[in-house]
């Protein structure tokens, strides 16, 4: 049975409160899935994901579904932030919540389902969005994996990264799953706009993006702390990776980082000149920036940075609060849907 969910008009502004996640087994068994009579999915759809084509591609999805015998609805975002808001109020009704449309929309429904101290509602994602970083890292490249994906009903569970941000007394915190960062990344994200994405499409945007901030970024002064040691100084990049890659797969800031190890993969870049900066480009593209002399790689559960001035933060291909912020991994704190094969 296929419907529109009422939830993303029922919905009015909420503000998010961080709370307990419940830890899981890297693998989860799929027959408590595969078993249920009465398997309820909730399609969260971006409908500007895709230039505009991910409204198109849930019809898509909500008609394969419906052929498997699975009920399914759909909740379309308005604004930023309202699929968190969705899938908070999803988990009292829905075994998975599938998230259709690109990174930024997949972190909105993951933070909506661990906000909401979920324990049985799973993640699902249906790529149809600009990076797609999450989609690859868990073996789903189309929307007909993703629909496999979900009849199949095989779980795994993957690290987190809390982010928390603000000085005292005005703390925010929101969760990652590829990486969170301030400094060039930022700016590399800031100046990827909208516009640039139509042009150069996924594969070149982020470059373009890349050389539009080389013009304009002015590195902070930054403090880093990581298990007891301190970093100071001014950074070109200070990043805490989940995932090897991001951008669309395009950029490589955390090689050899995992989703399930229960270690982020730490990035410290000095500040460097626009020209050396140019110079390092390609291995940062490659992951192989990890060998340069002004790199510092390593693993570590958190980190945490301030600096002068306040800078804003990445998370996910999306801005959120400002330094300064703390990073800590989350060891296995989401079930998301996966091809059977990854088991």
């Known amino acids: ?54 409204q198109g591609r849930c019809g898509t999805v909500l008609d394969l579904l419906t052929a498997r015998g699975i009920e399914a609805e759909q909740a379309l975002t308005s604004h930023a932030g309202h699929a968190v808001e969705i899938a908070q109020q999803a988990v009292k009704t829905f075994d998975i919540v599938a998230a259709v449309g690109g990174d930024g929309t997949v972190n909105e429904v993951a933070n909506g389902l661990l906000l909401a101290g979920a324990v049985g509602t799973r993640l699902a994602v249906v790529p149809v969005g600009t990076g797609n970083d999450v989609a690859q890292l868990v073996g789903i490249g189309s929307v007909a994996a993703a629909v496999e994906a979900i009849v199949a009903g095989q779980v795994r569970a993957i690290d987190v990264i809390e982010v928390v941000a603000g000085a005292a007394g005005a703390k925010e915190t929101r969760y990652a799953l590829l990486l969170a960062a301030i400094g060039f990344a930022t700016e590399i994200l800031k100046k990827t706009t909208p516009r640039v994405k139509r042009l150069f499409g996924p594969r070149y945007c982020y470059s373009v993006g890349f050389f539009r901030a080389l013009c304009s970024y002015r590195a902070p002064f930054v403090l880093a702390e990581c298990d007891g040691r301190r970093f100071a100084g001014r950074m070109l990049l200070a990043c805490a990776g989940n995932s090897p890659f991001a951008g669309g797969g395009v950029m490589h800031f955390s090689p050899g980082a995992r989703i399930d190890d229960g270690l982020l993969n730490i990035s410290l870049i000095d500040a460097a000149g626009r020209l050396e900066t140019l110079r390092l480009f390609p291995s940062l593209l490659k992951g192989t920036h990890v060998h340069h002399p002004k790199v510092r790689y390593f693993t570590a559960p958190s980190l945490s940075v301030e600096s002068d001035p306040p800078v804003p933060i990445q998370i996910d291909g999306d801005h959120f609060g400002a330094t300064p912020a703390t990073f800590t991994v989350r060891p296995r704190a989401l079930r998301i849907v996966v091809p059977s094969e990854r088991r």
């Open 1 to 54: 049975m296929v419907r529109s969910s009422g939830l993303s008009q029922n919905l009015g502004a909420s503000r998010l409160a961080a709370s307990s996640i419940p830890l899981e087994p890297v693998w989860t068994d799929a027959n408590a899935i595969k078993d249920q009579v009465s398997l309820r999915v909730l399609l969260i759809v971006n409908p500007a994901a895709a230039g505009g084509v991910a």
